[in-house]
């Protein structure tokens, strides 16, 4: 593990998991899997993720990110709740934008999101930006990177511009939980 950012509620970290090289990610985007094109509100529906259900074996995964990232964090919740998925954006042509569009993730005490893609070219697209008091930090996707945005810190992810290629992640949400 190494931190390579740490700045107004912005944790970047690659070679996050150790072993992650072992792991096939590919087996958490079978169609068998498919959920659904998330739904952005109405004035954001032209952008377009695909998400795909948890696995049993990708909530391990997610309460081990955590596991990683609490003595990270001053105030992490004593009690706490973790959401997870597997998401790709792509080229959606006529269809929209394969982008996420500036949110901040309000009702979550964070989000960490894990790179998947082993070989990623920075002029296809799909870069992570995060919006900060006076600058906009873009985190490009390498695999093993975490990207961990403590809310409500704005942000969002790039169009990914070439129609072949397709941006993997999976994105773990830490919800408090404390009374």
Not at 29 to 43: C, I, L, Q, V
Not at 45 to 64: A, V
Not at 151 to 164: F, M, Y
């Amino acid at each position: 593990m190494k931190i390579v950012y740490n700045k107004e509620n912005l944790l970047i970290i690659d070679d996050f998991f150790d072993n992650f090289d072992d792991l096939n990610t590919d087996k958490f985007f079978d169609k068998s899997n498919y959920k659904t094109g998330y739904s952005f509100p109405r004035e954001h529906s032209h952008f377009i993720i695909d998400q795909y259900t948890p696995t049993p074996e990708l909530r391990l995964l997610g309460e081990e990110a955590v596991n990683l990232i609490k003595p990270l964090s001053n105030n992490f919740p004593s009690e706490y709740s973790i959401q997870c998925g597997a998401h790709e954006i792509k080229w959606h042509g006529k269809n929209g934008l394969g982008a996420i569009p500036p949110h901040s993730d309000r009702g979550h005490y964070c989000g960490i999101t894990i790179c998947l893609n082993r070989t990623w070219d920075r002029a296809w697209g799909g870069w992570n930006y995060t919006f900060e008091s006076d600058n906009i930090k873009t985190t490009e996707p390498k695999f093993n990177r975490a990207i961990i945005i403590f809310a409500p810190n704005l942000h969002g992810v790039t169009p990914v511009w070439e129609t072949d290629k397709v941006r993997r992640t999976f994105q773990f949400f830490v919800d408090d939980i404390d009374d």
